[in-house]
């Protein structure tokens, strides 16, 4: 038994909300055997529809083949489907490509795992916008776009087949084209699932669960575990957005059966007959405008206000101890990676010193990581108490912007804890 999909359109939004719609669903499929044919005209390809469609060749059962034919392509959308990883990855059922072929300005189809693969994927993407990018570009905000989005697909989805990045600059347009799909629980029911009751209200009287998320509303996670705090996620997809609106770029986010666009501060939501089950982002970035991180970490502190249920301060102790962040690495992209410094830094206030924390020679410091460090060490502490025995010197001074705004983010939500 055959099934033809024809792709025909991979752009953002339109295409991809399509491409979503033609997809069988794959608890539909039966035991049957299948071969599923994706047929290529002869029209141009991004890259944004290839990372759906290869994450969603993940979520098939073994018994279903999925086959390319790209007998009427054009010549450069052959070597695109062969040289960025698709055709092996779609017909081989292959979670990495044995070969790829990088050429400038591209970066191939990479999985989305914890841990080295990702960071390298990101230092990729971040390598071919430096390179074609004009000098007053920021790079710590691109490199902080991507790792949120990396961050948003671990956290939001408990996936357990791999999610996709890919990136591919247009010199001749100026636009840097990104994309990141997971095939995880979705933006919904994270929030369904988390323990942030006005989102569940909010989402029960009709509000869409993506407009949420990139307004900042968190969605936490279960009721944490006794002795620990809940974990808040919402400032990630904000920062996103603000960025893209800032840029005058686009930002196309699917999940469930629900899709948001942005363009130049304007919205556009829409909705889908096949939902997909998990979350997809395209981007298209400006090369020669701004990514003002700095600006937004500030309006996004200015609109929180810090909570006071927290003990009141007292006074700090006289030692003090230096905690060379750097230690940990230079690029510090990913939320796991905030645990052992914390752990660290919580060992020495234990000890009654107060701690100086030495940001020099940090190139990359995530929202994610400044939240799971510090964004919880001033939610234990309360804001005083972490103000007077925790201090920062020394490093790029967007990072204390940053710092402070993942606390103010973190100490905006109330404390949830075990009702029973």
Not at 26 to 49: C, H, R, W
Request: with cysteine.
């Amino acid at each position: 038994m055959e099934t033809i999909i024809d792709v025909r359109d991979t752009s953002i939004p339109d295409g991809v909300a399509s491409l979503v719609e033609q997809l069988p669903i794959s608890a539909n499929l039966g035991e049957k055997d299948m071969t599923i044919i994706f047929k290529f005209p002869g029209v141009y390809v991004y890259q944004t529809g290839l990372v759906l469609l290869a994450t969603w060749r993940k979520t098939l059962p073994n018994h279903i083949k999925v086959r390319i034919d790209d007998t009427l392509c054009q010549e450069a959308t052959k070597r695109l489907l062969t040289n960025s990883g698709f055709r092996e990855l779609m017909e081989g059922n292959v979670e990495i490509p044995s070969k790829i072929h990088y050429h400038p300005g591209k970066v191939p189809l990479q999985p989305i795992l914890r841990g080295y693969n990702t960071e390298k994927a990101i230092s990729s993407i971040v390598d071919i916008f430096n390179d074609y990018a004009k000098e007053w570009i920021d790079m710590k905000a691109f490199g902080v776009l991507l790792s949120e989005l990396c961050e948003n697909s671990f956290v939001h989805s408990n996936f357990e087949t791999p999610g996709y990045i890919a990136a591919n600059l247009h010199e001749n347009t100026g636009k840097c084209e990104i994309a990141i799909a997971d095939s995880g629980i979705g933006v919904l029911n994270s929030y369904l699932e988390g323990t942030n009751e006005e989102a569940k209200q909010r989402i029960q009287s009709g509000a869409c669960a993506i407009e949420l998320a990139v307004d900042g509303l968190s969605s936490s996670k279960p009721t944490p575990m006794p002795g620990t705090f809940p974990s808040y996620y919402g400032f990630g997809l904000f920062i996103v957005r603000r960025l893209i609106e800032e840029n005058l770029g686009r930002l196309t986010i699917i999940s469930g059966k629900d899709w948001v666009n942005f363009e130049k501060y304007q919205k556009n939501r829409g909705s889908i007959s096949r939902p997909w089950n998990g979350t997809f982002v395209g981007i298209l970035i400006n090369i020669e405008n701004p990514l003002p991180l700095a600006e937004i970490y500030d309006e996004g502190s200015n609109f929180l206000v810090a909570s006071d249920k927290f003990e009141s301060a007292k006074q700090p102790p006289a030692k003090q101890k230096k905690v060379d962040l750097a230690q940990y690495g230079t690029r510090l992209l990913t939320r796991e990676i905030g645990a052992p410094i914390r752990a660290d830094i919580a060992t020495i206030l234990a000890s009654g010193a107060r701690v100086e924390v030495d940001l020099s020679g940090i190139e990359d410091l995530t929202p994610s990581v400044a939240d799971e460090v510090f964004g919880k060490l001033a939610e234990s502490l309360g804001k005083e108490r972490f103000e007077q025995v925790i201090t920062f010197v020394g490093g790029n001074p967007l990072l204390p912007r940053l710092i402070n705004f993942v606390i103010s983010t973190r100490l905006s939500k109330p404390i949830e804890t075990d009702s029973a």
